[in-house]
Structures are given as C-alpha cells and as structure tokens.
Nanobody
C-alpha cells in the first residue's frame, strides 16, 4: 500500500486544519485493516494521534486530541482525513498517515507504530501561539 498525505500548513492557535491521506497500490484488507495518524515533534518519539477501522469506521484517539480532532474515512475513495480543530502550539509536528493492511491490529497495539506496515511521507503542521 502506498500512502500520500497532504493538507499540512501554518495556523494560529485556535485554528483548524484538515489532513488527508490517500491509499493506493495493491489491494489490502479493507474488511480488517486500520488506518492511523501519528505525529512526531522535533526531539520526540513518534506518537499515536488517531485511528479508524475501514470496516465499521470505529475511531480511536489519544487523550490529548479527543474532542478536537476527528478522523474519518471514505471507503470508495480510499482516503482517510484528520480534521483538527482548536489547534494548540503543542500540536506542532510532522504528521504521518499509516496503514495496517493485513488485519493483524489489536486494541493493545493500535497505538504502536510498529504495528503499521505502510507509511506516508509526512506533512508539517505548525501552530503558532
């Protein structure tokens, strides 16, 4: 699976951005797979932000973005979006979309980057105070 992320940019605190990730390439398990967004700030480890199952659209979020970010998917277009509202300076990071395409994810590893087998190139999000 190849992933192409877009939509990053510079925004003031309290503003909004929408990230999009398009999946293309070989067929993957949309019945069991999951798509996620991660972020990595300078000097920090890559951290889980949100994930959504292709089947059923079940959403998962890290606590710091609950109520502010919304992940959604379009099964027909094979896209996964991350709507980010009420952005804070601490949201500044490079955001990566990721796919677990074999249906081997579990609730215990959904936040672990190593559980995902495909990654997009990353898009910069900068929130100014």
């Amino acid at each position: 699976v190849q992933l192409q992320a877009s939509g990053g940019g510079l925004v003031q605190a309290g503003g909004s951005l929408r990230l999009s990730c398009e999946a293309f390439g070989r067929t993957f398990s949309r019945s069991r797979g999951i798509m996620g967004w991660f972020r990595q700030a300078p000097g920090k480890e890559r951290e889980f932000v949100a994930a959504i199952t292709w089947s059923g659209g079940n959403q998962h979020y890290t606590d710091s973005v609950k109520g502010r970010f919304t992940i959604s998917r379009d099964n027909a277009k094979l896209t996964v979006d991350l709507q980010m509202n009420s952005l804070k300076p601490e949201d500044t990071a490079v955001y990566y979309c990721a796919a677990e395409s074999r249906g081997r994810w579990t609730l215990s590893n959904i936040r672990d980057p190593s559980a995902y087998d495909s990654w997009g190139q990353g898009t910069q999000v900068t929130v100014s105070s």
